[in-house]
């Protein structure tokens, strides 16, 4: 599929081994040559500032969604092509996922799992088609894909929404992925008896 716009969700903060800045940065100057532009959570600290800088050292556009009371803390990053301000953090994830092709995560912390698992929600229900990736930086989201597993081996996920993750740990090799993805039909309410 082709892809415009990525969405990044990602760390407010940097994380503790300088792998997951360098990459954040490398994956937003190889979405820009790529010709994919950039939406992430609109801010200049930690992760999110890393993959912005990235993607504009390269000149590419990156366009940031951020809610109004974070923006009154000064955190917005000064440089961006667009920074769009909303009221909520609902509105915040709505825009983003509008915007976008697809979606990637880079490490992050309670937010990042929030707006990635919120996605896969949405596509679990078929709300969209997108393709989600995770960047495994340094294996970070191992323990996720574990738990993953674990879900599906108790009955509390299906295998083909499980498959619907694309994993890699290698920016190139996940954005193939990316878009070469084929959603599979989604009904997670029909009595599979009757299929």
Not at 65 to 74: A, Y
Request: charged residues 20%; aromatic residues 6%; contains cysteine.
């Amino acid at each position: 599929m082709e892809m415009k716009r990525v969405t990044v969700f990602c760390g407010s903060g940097k994380g503790t081994d300088e792998i997951y800045e360098t990459q954040a940065k490398l994956l937003g100057a190889t979405l820009a040559k790529q010709g994919i532009g950039l939406v992430y959570g609109g801010a200049k600290i930690g992760l999110m500032g890393a993959v912005a800088d990235g993607a504009l050292k390269e000149n590419g556009n990156v366009t940031g969604v951020l809610p109004k009371f974070l923006s009154s803390k000064e955190i917005a990053h000064e440089d961006l092509t667009e920074l769009i301000i909303v009221e909520t953090m609902h509105e915040r994830k709505t825009k983003m996922n509008d915007l976008c092709d697809g979606v990637i995560s880079l490490p992050g912390g309670i937010g990042t799992m929030e707006e990635f698992f919120e996605m896969m929600t949405w596509a679990q229900l078929g709300l969209h088609q997108k393709p989600i990736g995770v960047l495994n930086v340094n294996g970070y989201y191992n323990a996720l894909i574990t738990m993953l597993q674990t879900m599906v081996d108790n009955g509390f996920l299906k295998e083909k929404d499980q498959n619907m993750l694309l994993i890699s740990d290698n920016i190139n090799d996940l954005l193939t992925k990316m878009k070469n993805y084929k959603a599979a039909p989604t009904i997670k309410w029909i009595n599979e008896k009757t299929l």
